[in-house]
């Protein structure tokens, strides 16, 4: 008899329908497998022959063959356990309810018939929703599938429930129980806060502005200014998330492992800080299975390099893309894949190679010809998409051993709020949600600076032999600075400000 399964598989970070159909024949007595499977397909039979025997169903002795359709489409991972089994109990007559047709199945099977935590399920409940079914996966997977609100999904413990359901309507559970765990994550607080950077006034305010209009930033010091350590912090001030943020993070971060998109907190931000030693594939994701790299991890978040000189420039040119288009393309021969990548660089740096060029403790034994082959590391094109470069000079004694309390990471969250609040209703008829995505026809409609202000800044570009490029990403600053001070009006002050943030054009300028 035959029998035909529905279930998904994952590509990308989308989930396809797949049909599993099953035959079992009379004949000599083996299982076969078709269909493009990969090796953690084919290592289903075992699992699923021991699963259902330890289940209490008589294994038969007959030809099993199983096709996993579209044909054409590779499959991949332990996550058709279920339904082959599924498929196998109802082609022996074990299962016999036309309900069968209205439901997907996904999960790995322990050897024992338990479900075990299958990745992808988030994805997964999207793709399946299409279909108009419902999807039966592992209970383990209830703290990540409570994200989606309407979750059009069943959890069970073993395949024995799932058979118990199919056949006599035992109920299974729901994941709406499964919401309220969630909730409890998200109000775990954030253990690194701003307090606790002392001094560094100015470097505190420059990272409050980039922010508040997610724009890229650089931060140039010596060693042990404390630029790792103001970095760390950023995700106590990140904006809140909206609901449809959340569901976008979640499903990319599910693709990728379950335990990772259950452990992190609901309603935070992602901050991803690859090591400099990440390869092009790291950054950009790929493989045979495409994988989201950490651009896309950090998408809706915060992409943060460190020791941005030491990466290498094969890596750092992953980046121009998709600091343009806010996705990332990876071509494959068949079909290119498109990972969003929407994310607020933040980069640091030494400003030379021994790190005390401009340092007032230490004085620099580096060569001119070194400084410059140093600085030519992070490539022209890179720098341009920086809005912000600042300075982070070494913290002085008298700061360091301050007892006044400085300002907290709530606090300065607050602020950012209302300045992204201001843009969200500035944009709300456009594409773009904050200052930072401006291209050349926002700023025109929506940058006017007061004739002083646009005064002064002729006098900078002219003085400080400031760029075009660096024109309009004065504009835009200045266009946060403005939105900080709930001023609609960009004032002579904002564009003071925001040429400061302009580091490395008034060097080289
Ligand atoms: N402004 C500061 N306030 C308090 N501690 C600081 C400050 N700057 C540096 N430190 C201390 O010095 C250590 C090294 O700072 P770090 O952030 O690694 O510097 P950098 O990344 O600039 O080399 C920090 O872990 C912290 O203990
Ligand atoms: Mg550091
Ligand atoms: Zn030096």
Redesign the pocket.
Same mark, same amino acid.
């Given at each position: 008899m035959t029998s035909t399964i529905y279930s998904v598989t994952l590509w990308g970070i989308d989930a396809f329908p797949v049909q599993i159909e099953v035959d079992v024949t009379s004949g000599l007595p083996q299982m076969i497998l078709v269909g493009l499977p990969d090796q953690a397909v084919k290592e289903s039979k075992e699992r699923v022959r021991a699963a259902i025997k330890n289940s209490g169903f008589p294994f038969p002795s007959k030809k099993i063959i199983i096709n996993l359709a579209p044909a054409d489409m590779k499959k991949e991972g332990p996550c058709f356990d279920l339904p082959i089994a599924i498929g196998i109990l109802a082609s022996l007559g074990h299962i016999h309810s036309e309900k069968i047709r209205d439901y997907a199945f996904l999960g790995e099977l322990a050897l024992d018939g338990r479900l075990r935590k299958t990745k992808g399920i988030i994805p997964a409940m999207l793709g399946v929703r299409e279909t108009h079914r419902q999807l039966i996966a592992p209970l383990e997977n209830e703290a990540e599938a409570g994200v989606l609100s309407d979750a059009p999904l069943l959890l069970a413990k073993n395949l024995s429930e799932v058979v118990r359901f199919l056949n006599e309507g035992a109920p299974l559970k729901s994941p709406t129980t499964a919401r309220k765990d969630s909730e409890a994550v998200s109000s775990i607080l954030y253990p690194f806060d701003f307090q606790?950077?002392?001094?560094?006034r100015q +470097?505190k305010r420059a990272l409050e502005v980039a922010v508040s209009g997610a724009h890229n930033i650089l931060?140039v010091?010596?060693?042990?200014?404390?630029?790792?350590?103001?970095?760390?912090r950023l995700p106590g001030i990140l904006p809140d998330l909206s609901q449809e943020e959340i569901l976008e993070i979640m499903k990319i971060h599910s693709a990728v492992d379950s335990l990772v998109a259950e452990r992190r907190p609901i309603n935070r931000r992602p901050f991803r800080s690859p090591h400099h030693t990440i390869s092009p594939a790291g950054l950009a994701g790929g493989g045979t299975f495409p994988k989201p790299g950490e651009i896309t991890l950090a998408h809706h978040g915060v992409l943060f390099l460190?020791?941005l000189s030491e990466f290498r420039k094969d890596a750092l040119e992953v980046l121009r893309a998709p600091m343009e288009d806010g996705k990332l393309v990876i071509s494959r021969a068949r079909a290119s894949i498109a990972f969003p990548a929407r994310f607020m660089l933040v980069t +640091?740096m030494?400003p030379c190679k021994c790190?005390f060029l401009g340092d007032t403790r230490r004085a620099c034994r580096c060569s001119l010809s070194q400084i410059l082959a140093y600085r030519a590391k992070i490539s022209g094109p890179l720098l341009d998409r920086i809005d912000l470069h600042i300075e982070?000079p070494?913290?002085k004694f008298k700061?360091?051993t301050e007892t006044r309390p400085a300002e907290n990471s709530e606090a300065i969250r607050l602020r950012i709020q209302r300045a992204r609040d201001i843009q969200k209703e500035r944009f709300k008829a456009e594409k773009i949600i904050t200052n930072s995505e401006m291209g050349e026809k926002e700023i025109k409609k929506h940058c006017h600076p007061s004739p002083a202000a646009l005064k002064l800044l002729e006098t900078a570009l002219e003085e400080l032999g400031l760029s075009a490029r660096a024109y309009s990403r004065i504009l835009k600053v200045g266009r946060t600075l403005a939105d900080l001070s709930e001023s609609e009006k960009i004032l002579e002050e904002h564009l003071a400000e925001a040429i400061q943030y302009r580091l490395l054009d008034r060097q080289s300028g």
């Open positions: 606790e950077v002392k001094g560094q +470097a931060m010091g010596p060693p042990g200014s404390g630029k790792s350590m103001l970095a760390r460190d020791e +640091a030494n790190g982070v070494a913290v700061e360091l």
